[in-house]
């Protein structure tokens, strides 16, 4: 069974850095995309970035140039850092992967049970 298995949440202080990590766990799968995405109190869920397992990145304007996204292919893991965090990045974020397992012929998306980060000081 595929799942998705989040880490790296919690209390920052303003200006600090984080790094969230997000592992696929199961078999027969391969996966193509990967990718944060968050959600505010009172807000809708929103897109943070992703990468391919090819390594192609796709970044929000909201964390681009404070952020570095990678890929593991040997863990089927990815993490995301971002620096300077803000009060306005308090969010629950996501992990969300986009796989295909061996067989099907369509890929299906998961996602984690997501992982709180606080930006206060």
């Known amino acids: 069974q595929v799942q998705l298995v989040e880490s790296g949440g919690g209390l920052v202080q303003p200006g600090g850095s984080l790094r969230l990590s997000c592992e696929v766990t199961?078999?027969?799968?391969?996966?193509?995309?990967m990718g944060w995405y968050r959600q505010a109190p009172g807000k809708q869920r929103e897109f943070v970035a992703s990468?391919?397992?090819?390594?192609?990145?796709n970044v929000s304007s909201s964390v681009k140039g404070r952020n570095a996204i990678s890929f593991d292919n040997a863990k089927d893991a990815m993490s995301l850092q971002i620096d300077n965090l803000k009060p306005e990045d308090t969010a629950t974020y996501y992990c969300?992967?986009?796989?295909?397992?061996?067989?099907?012929?369509?890929?299906?998306?998961?996602w984690g049970q997501g992982t709180q980060v606080t930006v206060s000081s």
């Open positions: 969300n992967a986009d796989i295909t397992k061996w067989g099907d012929s369509r890929a299906s998306k998961y």
């Open positions: 990468i391919t397992s090819g390594g192609r990145t």
């Open positions: 199961g078999s027969g799968f391969r996966i193509n995309v």
